[in-house]
């Protein structure tokens, strides 16, 4: 009996796990009169080596289902799932080791340990995991960053955009399974802030990295495969592999 052969053009329909999935995801602060909706049901999945963008006016919730996403906040309501793995379920110690194993993050407080140089703030989080840093894989990334010259400097030594380069590096050198990234572009030039844009382009791509930003710039947003727009806390609109012209119009519509 001859087995069926899918045709090579044909796309084969993916049974793949997401990467990060949530479902009826709120966050609410305050309450009473002073409560305020900042996630206010969300259902999203990203899947693997899947690059999105997370774009919405100021105070539409962007951060904050990033937070929940990562586990670095509790939901009020709802549930995520990194690899399928519910994250309310699990104990700190589990959650904590999770976090650290399988994300990674590059968040706008760069949070360099000031007595340590670029090269050990790189390798710190695969020490912490007692893991021997991959020299090759530490000064590839940091010649794509444009910091490979800078890697005995100490952070105080570094101006804001290499900090942030270096931060970014951090994330990066343990090949997550995940990386979260808010606004990684904002202190960086036009020039640098591509490289950036390019190396999580190419971890998503080539890694099967799965990354997951939040930007107010359209020209970042461009360079993944899907934004997603919040509006009040809701997902209001999505766009696949979006020219920079068509998510400018977006957010011209949304009111940002
Ligand atoms: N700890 C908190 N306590 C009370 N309200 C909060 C808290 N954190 C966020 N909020 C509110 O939740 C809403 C969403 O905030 P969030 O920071 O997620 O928005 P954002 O889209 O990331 O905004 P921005 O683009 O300005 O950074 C806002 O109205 C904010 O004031």
């Known amino acids: 009996m ?67 996403l990562a586990g670095l906040d509790v939901p009020t309501q709802g549930e995520v799932r990194i690899e399928g793995t519910v994250i309310g379920g699990l104990r700190d110690r589990d959650l904590t080791r999770l976090r650290r194993d399988r994300l990674g993050f590059v968040f706008q407080s760069f949070n360099l340990v000031p007595t340590l140089s670029a090269r050990e703030n790189i390798e710190l989080p695969m020490r912490l995991a007692g893991r021997q840093p991959d020299a090759g894989e530490l000064e590839l990334l940091a010649s794509r960053l444009g910091i490979a010259e800078r890697l005995e400097h100490y952070p105080h030594e570094l101006s804001g955009g290499q900090q942030q380069r270096v931060a970014v590096a951090r994330a990066m050198i343990t090949r997550p399974a995940v990386v979260f990234a808010d606004e990684p572009t904002g202190a960086l030039d036009l020039k640098t802030g591509r490289a950036l844009l390019e190396s999580l382009r190419m971890a998503a791509h080539d890694r099967r990295q799965t990354v997951i930003m939040v930007t107010h710039d359209p020209a970042a947003a461009a360079y993944a495969d899907r934004v997603l727009i919040l509006v009040d806390g809701r997902l209001a609109h999505e766009l696949r592999g979006p020219s920079y012209e068509q998510i400018v119009a977006m957010m011209a519509q949304v009111g940002s």
């Open 2 to 68: 001859s087995m069926p052969v899918a045709h090579p053009h044909q796309p084969v329909p993916s049974q793949a796990m997401p990467a990060i999935e949530c479902r009826g995801l709120v966050k609410t602060y305050g309450e009473g009169s002073a409560m305020v909706h900042a996630v206010g049901g969300v259902n999203a999945a990203f899947g693997v080596g899947e690059f999105t963008a997370i774009m919405g006016p100021s105070g539409s919730g962007k951060s904050t289902l990033m937070h929940l």
